[in-house]
């Protein structure tokens, strides 16, 4: 069984920098790719960033490009989400993923693993 945990979430002002860790336990993800989605409070959970197996390619939400960069370490089987120039509008719970398929939030619901999500709250 895949076990995906979040950490370094937390309260930052506007402008602020938050680092995201995602480790993953139970089986190589080497594989698959992995990334981030976000749910803030009355909205629907949505994509903000993937990187394929190889690392070669990412993808990003247009409204945090040039902001957020995720990279990922697949030796120690950790993706992270160095997230810069944050803003109010940034707050939620952020969901580690992981699926083989398309990066989509049905695909990893159905196919793939999520993790509890860490809180990051930015205070304008």
């Known amino acids: 069984q895949v076990q995906l945990v979040e950490s370094g979430g937390g309260l930052v002002q506007a402008g602020g920098s938050l680092r995201l860790s995602c480790a993953a336990s139970?089986?190589?993800?080497?594989?698959?790719?992995m990334g981030w989605f976000r749910q803030a409070p009355g909205k629907e959970r949505e994509f903000v960033a993937s990187?394929?197996?190889?690392?070669?390619?990412?993808d990003y939400i247009d409204s945090v490009k040039a902001r957020f960069t995720i990279s990922r370490d697949s030796a120690k089987s950790m993706v992270y989400l160095q997230m810069n120039s944050l803003k109010p509008e940034d707050t939620a719970v952020y969901y580690c993923?992981?699926?083989?398929?398309?990066?989509?939030?049905?695909?990893?619901?159905?196919?793939?693993?999520w993790g509890r999500g860490t809180q990051v709250t930015v205070s304008s």
């Open positions: 990187i394929y197996s190889s690392g070669g390619r990412t």
């Open positions: 139970g089986r190589t993800l080497s594989t698959y790719t």
């Open positions: 993923a992981a699926t083989q398929g398309t990066f989509s939030w049905s695909e990893v619901s159905w196919n793939g693993y």
